[in-house]
């Protein structure tokens, strides 16, 4: 009894000793504290104000668009800035190529990348560290430098202005098999050990075992990879020939340099290019987070 009444007592104190310990910061401390939310409400201000117009310049008007002061909120809320800019170029086609090639590249890169992440951890490689150091060092080979050899290639095998020429020279990521490596590592090795005297293989023990267990970190790579690919501009743009295979981000792009350019299209094609992003960032921040923390501790 008399432990239940002390740990009465405590909880009934914990608010007044959190009072007593913020009513004994000193000015100084209180000022500090003061200071980083303030910077850190600049920055989210900073950040968010952006997003913001573009939605709320996509609903507004040549007029509210064009005044000034300009207008932070639509006065008279229209949609005709969507269906101008569907109209102006091939919007919705424009929108699956980019569903589609991002799609197709996050599962391509997911599965390369389990399957090399899986070989450097639990498969006998000789000189593994060699091999892993050459494989990252893939990484530091800018992408400008490979660019022109791969254009040229898929020239040559007729891939140009196609899905697989878009595709292609993504399929994998020395990123995404560092991450699963990572943790991949983090499984201690009584599970290798007993999934093979359950009689499981290599393959089975990677979809049956190592799969489940490290879906943070595949979720957060197929976050990273979709955003990636969903936001590409430089390779759509000398792959591709004609309006119907370029993705969404060239379509801006001829929304801005159009004869008739109007600053309510260029928004409203950047928010429905914003939603899939901003869906994903959203519901998938957790992911994210546990995914690129995964193997920093042991």
């Known amino acids: 009894m008399s432990t239940i009444a002390t740990e009465a007592a405590e909880t009934a104190d914990e608010p ?5 310990v913020l009513a004994g910061r000193s000015p100084r401390e209180l000022l500090a504290r003061a200071a980083v939310y303030l910077v850190l409400a600049v920055a989210v201000v900073t950040v968010a104000f952006p997003v913001y117009y573009a939605m709320a310049g996509a609903f507004m008007g040549p007029s509210e668009l064009s005044s000034y002061p300009p207008a932070l909120v639509p006065h008279s809320v229209t949609g005709r800035n969507f269906s101008g800019a569907v109209e102006t170029i091939p919007l919705a086609r424009q929108y699956a190529n980019s569903a589609i090639t991002a799609t197709a590249i996050t599962l391509a890169q997911l599965f390369t990348s389990i399957l090399a992440a899986y070989a450097f951890v639990f498969l006998p490689i000789r000189a593994r560290a060699v091999v892993f150091g050459v494989f990252l060092a893939t990484l530091m080979v800018p992408w400008e430098a490979i660019i022109i050899p791969n254009y040229l290639t898929l020239s040559d095998w007729g891939l140009g202005n196609t899905y697989f020429g878009l595709v292609l020279p993504f399929l994998a990521s020395g990123f995404g098999t560092f991450m699963l490596r990572q943790s991949f590592r983090q499984l201690p ?9 359950d009689g499981a293989g290599h393959w089975r023990f990677l979809w049956k ?16 990879v979709f955003l990636s690919a969903w936001n590409q501009y430089f390779w759509p743009l000398i792959i591709t020939r004609t309006a119907n295979m370029q993705t969404l981000q060239i379509g801006l792009t001829s929304l801005r340099d159009s004869e008739m350019s109007d600053p309510g299209l260029i928004l409203a ?10 869906a994903l960032v959203v519901f998938g921040q957790r992911f994210i987070v546990r995914g690129l923390t995964a193997g920093a501790v042991r």
Do not use: F, H, M, Q
């Open 269 to 278: 094609g950047v928010v429905l290019s914003l939603l899939p992003t901003l």
């Open 209 to 224: 075992i190592v799969v489940p267990l490290n879906k943070p970190a595949l979720a957060a790579l197929s976050i990273y």
């Open 16 to 20: 007044r000793r959190r009072t007593g």
């Open 189 to 197: 090795a009584e599970l290798r050990d007993a999934a093979r005297i």
